[in-house]
């Protein structure tokens, strides 16, 4: 974030390209934002995948010791006191949720345990 924002400071160029001739520093903070948030988009959405990836990592390897029915009765009971989602459009998940829904960690554990 900061590294496009230094970009932007003082890049006479970006205020050009939008139509403005002043310089200010909440000219460029406010381009800032603007450039910024397609950035932040994709950025947000890696990063969420790797959480979700490392998340099935670690079921996979409490499965691989020998833990995968207390595994799932201990996520039913954390959900349950947790009230979390279900199920959750894929879409919408993968955007904005760190952990995978319960149904989805529950199928993968299954998954694992019969390889």
């Known amino acids: 974030m900061f590294t496009c924002f230094a970009f932007t ?4 160029g970006i205020i ?4 403005f001739d002043n310089q200010s ?13 397609p950035v932040r988009f994709i ?3 890696v990063m969420m995948h ?15 010791h ?8 201990g996520l039913v009971n954390l959900f349950k006191r947790n009230k979390g989602p279900l199920v959750a459009d894929p879409l919408y998940s ?18 694992t345990i019969k390889n």
């Open 9 to 12: 400071l003082g890049n006479k």
């Open 16 to 19: 050009e390209s939008f139509g």
């Open 25 to 37: 520093n909440f000219l460029y903070l406010f381009l800032f934002m603007k450039l910024y948030l």
């Open 43 to 45: 950025v947000d959405f």
């Open 50 to 64: 790797a959480i979700r990836r490392a998340e099935y990592q670690a079921d996979a390897f409490a499965v691989t």
């Open 66 to 73: 020998n833990h995968g029915q207390a595994l799932k009765d």
């Open 94 to 111: 993968a955007l904005n949720h760190s952990h995978p829904t319960l149904i989805e960690r529950l199928h993968a554990i299954d998954d």
